[in-house]
């Protein structure tokens, strides 16, 4: 078994030495030329830094992000990328903690990354430059010869609930542990080309990118900006001849709301897994009718447990007002629901905390002592040996059928006329009516008053004359919006701070 990601990528060269590893719409590398890319980039790269030190990379995803990415890992180092439409602000704290032996970014950003860090004592320095450099064999095998399978390997930041963003430092061993099965479930390899949506910020691209090495599958870097051109897209995926999409919930239903099935087929799409948010089953349907042959899977997890932790592969068409469930766990992970008093639950229907163990589980959150323990925590069902276990903030409850189907956060779920109420359920029933794409449910606890805002060609009116009849009276949303587009997070889910704003209600 491999105890370093580089591991797969040496192998699948030295099977598959010309085949295309990674192309954008401007260039490709195959496995070969990557593997020596990112020894280059590796061999700079160790030249500025210690063992087990963060690279910075302030950049759009490419070829030459790969490479570097790949790298740091090279140089025994771990790898974070930065979105660059980030706030100044958000970036210089992600950097504090971090404090990368080096910043790399590209031509299209290095302007601003030198102005933006002109005052920092870190580097700045273009990916062209790391990539110019003639490898060492000799100093990568010393820092390969020292690595353990427990190093980091990336650091992804996501925001908390006050917004200040949190490293999730995660370790080669727990993607050495989850990817092939990942791969070995649905059946990827090297025949497939994986059309590559998320961001390199974005952890559902680890399971493009690591997947591609793995298997020797080709990975197609979709630009950002064809998510809001339809007709780019479906041409993208179509020329392309893309076979596997792991995508965000928020992508596929950009393809359905925006009928980009009805401008061209991709054809060769045989596996579509999603994950992110809870997708809505009549944009689902969408998909299941244009493309009747694909699999499609629900795939469940944060952050801290690398990429996934339960997947349910949909085998039937779900109503408009039904859940599709999260599933089952993954082999080799534990996932199972405690009550508010630590309690496990069994129960068909009883709601509980989510939580997980596993090889699976990050090395916490950098720099954060305070967070990691109390979001890392001793299994309260196991007091005879260390158990570290991750309680992820979600509620869900067990179908019939043993599947695991998620209701809500556990910060969604609100207390209103002194009735209990899952905000989802709301958004649920609201999606289920015709001429609504998406809908988010907010609550303003200091006015006591539910907001729905949706997108779509119902009028308000009639919305809420539809949830009347399908919603007890309490749940029914005091105040409705109709938007032209969801706002989304960088990472595609959709924003609840910026329609905070839209529904004027203050924290």
């Known amino acids: 078994m491999a105890t370093n990601v580089l591991s797969w990528l040496e192998e699948t060269a030295a099977h598959v030495p010309d085949k295309i590893a990674v192309a954008d719409t401007t260039s490709s590398l195959t496995f070969s030329q990557l593997l020596e890319a990112s020894r280059q980039a590796g061999t700079w790269i160790a030249r500025r830094s210690q063992p087990r030190q963060a690279v910075a990379l302030y950049l759009e995803k490419s070829t030459a992000a790969l490479a570097c990415m790949l790298g740091a890992v090279q140089a025994g180092c771990f790898y974070s990328v930065i979105d660059v439409r980030q706030t100044e602000v958000r970036v210089q704290a992600i950097c504090e903690a971090l404090s990368p032996a080096v910043i790399l970014t590209d031509a299209a950003n290095e302007t601003h990354a030198r102005e933006l860090f002109a005052d920092t004592p870190w580097e700045v320095a273009l990916v062209d430059e790391a990539l110019c450099t003639e490898s060492d064999s000799d100093t990568l095998q010393a820092l390969r010869a020292q690595a353990i399978d427990v190093d980091p390997l990336y650091c992804n930041f996501t925001s908390g609930s006050t917004g200040t963003p949190k490293g999730v430092v995660v370790s080669h061993r727990s993607v050495i542990d989850f990817i092939p099965q990942l791969d070995g479930i649905f059946g990827i390899t090297e025949h497939d080309v994986i059309a590559n949506q998320a961001p390199f910020d974005f952890d559902v691209s680890v399971k493009d990118i690591y997947s591609m090495l793995n298997t020797g599958a080709t990975m197609r870097l979709v630009p ?8 780019m897209l479906m041409d993208y995926l179509c020329d392309t001849s893309a076979t596997v999409l792991i995508w965000a919930v928020s992508a596929m239903c950009f393809v359905s709301i925006m009928n980009g099935f009805d401008y061209r087929m991709p054809e060769h799409i045989r596996l579509v897994m999603f994950s992110g948010e809870v997708m809505p089953p009549k944009q689902l349907g969408v998909w299941q009718k244009a493309l009747p042959t694909a699999t499609f899977v629900n795939l469940y997890g944060p952050t801290e447990i690398t990429c996934n932790c339960t997947y349910q592969t949909i085998e039937r068409a779900y109503a408009k007002d039904e859940v599709i469930p999260m599933g089952r766990p993954f082999p080799n992970e534990k996932v199972f629901l405690l009550d508010d008093k630590d309690q496990l639950v069994t129960e068909v229907g009883v709601q509980g905390e989510i939580c997980v163990s596993g090889t699976s589980l990050a090395l916490g959150y950098l720099g954060r002592p305070d967070l990691t323990a109390a979001a890392f925590v001793q299994n309260p069902l196991n007091s ?24 809500s956060r556990k910060d969604h779920q609100i207390k209103h006329l ?44 009639e919305l809420t004359s539809c949830l009347k009849e399908t919603l007890p009276q309490y749940m029914v949303p005091n105040r409705t919006h109709q938007i032209d587009e969801m706002p989304l997070t960088k990472n595609g889910k959709i924003d609840r701070r910026a329609l905070e704003a839209v529904c004027r209600i203050k924290r």
């Open 418 to 461: 002194g009735q209990r109420i899952e905000l989802g359920d709301i958004e649920a029933a609201a999606q289920a009516v015709d001429g609504v794409d998406r809908a988010c449910c907010l609550y303003d606890g200091q006015r006591k008053r539910l907001h729905l805002i949706y997108v779509g060609t119902l009028e308000k009116g």
């Open 384 to 407: 005879r040996w260390m158990e570290t276990i991750y309680r992820t903030g979600d509620l869900a409850s067990y179908d019939q059928e043993g599947n695991l189907v998620y209701a």
């Open 224 to 231: 950002r900006e064809f998510f809001s051109q339809p007709t």
